[in-house]
T-cell receptor, first 113, second 116 residues
Framework: QKEVEQNSGPLSVPEGAIASLNCTYSDRGSQSFFWYRQYSGKSPELIMFIYSNGDKEDGRFTAQLNKASQYVSLLIRDSQPSDSATYLCAVIPLSGGYNKLIFGAGTRLAVHP | GAVVSQHPSRVICKSGTSVKIECRSLDFQATTMFWYRQFPKQSLMLMATSNEGSKATYEQGVEKDKFLINHASLTLSTLTVTSAHPEDSSFYIC????????????FGSGTRLTVV
């Protein structure tokens, strides 16, 4: 079982719609969760981090964490074509030390006009 | 915010030669840096964890004699790909943790390595 799993997509949504991206993780003791956006040929950029169960909102983005289900999601409201990218879920597992950041395979999002 | 500078951004080298990639934290001290590799259409795979003043910790399957990591100061880590082969062609990205803000993982801009 992979440590961090995501649907590779592509997830296609129309402009203005809500895009929902999902991620599950295997280490139940994980405490820190991150969403990154990566454009082709570029390095990842941090969108949000979340540590506590529940929702965390930042502008058009909402991260949701459910530790009991080992599930974290990212909602993008009012999706724009510029949001088209690969979204990477990343987790710091309890095991391993040094607070290593482990990435999922990423979900490709395509927002069409 | 925290900035990580990575050089070079692109490099082409011949098989059998070595290539050094630098990762610098510009406005903060990074006690720990991480080196990732990303093949086309795949996710970032952690190669090793670099700690200032001590030996790097390599992930399973990563050859430490091939990928030499040096973290001699709080602002600089280097990755040297030795005896490069075409299969080493990849996108290498470093990440540094901001010592002051424990949750901050800042990524360099990446190095596209092509071995011919």
């Amino acid at each position: 079982q992979k440590e961090v799993e995501q649907n590779s997509g592509p997830l296609s949504v129309p402009e203005g719609a809500i895009a929902s991206l999902n991620c599950t993780y295997s280490d139940r003791g994980s405490q820190s969760f991150f969403w990154y956006r990566q454009y082709s040929g570029k390095s990842p950029e941090l969108i949000m981090f979340i540590y506590s169960n529940g929702d965390k909102e930042d502008g058009r983005f909402t991260a949701q964490l459910n530790k009991a289900s080992q599930y974290v999601s990212l909602l993008i409201r009012d999706s724009q074509p510029s949001d088209s990218a690969t979204y990477l879920c990343a987790v710091i597992p309890l095991s391993g030390g040094y607070n290593k950041l482990i990435f999922g395979a990423g979900t490709r999002l395509a927002v069409h006009p | 915010g925290a900035v990580v500078s990575q050089h070079p951004s692109r490099v082409i080298c011949k098989s059998g030669t070595s290539v050094k990639i630098e990762c610098r934290s510009l406005d903060f001290q990074a006690t720990t840096m991480f080196w990732y590799r990303q093949f086309p259409k795949q996710s970032l795979m952690l190669m090793a964890t670099s700690n200032e003043g001590s030996k790097a910790t390599y992930e399973q399957g990563v050859e430490k004699d091939k990928f030499l990591i040096n973290h001699a100061s709080l602002t600089l880590s280097t990755l040297t790909v030795t005896s490069a082969h075409p299969e080493d062609s990849s996108f290498y990205i470093c990440s540094a943790r901001d010592r002051a803000t424990n949750y901050g993982y800042t990524f360099g801009s990446g190095t596209r390595l092509t071995v011919v």
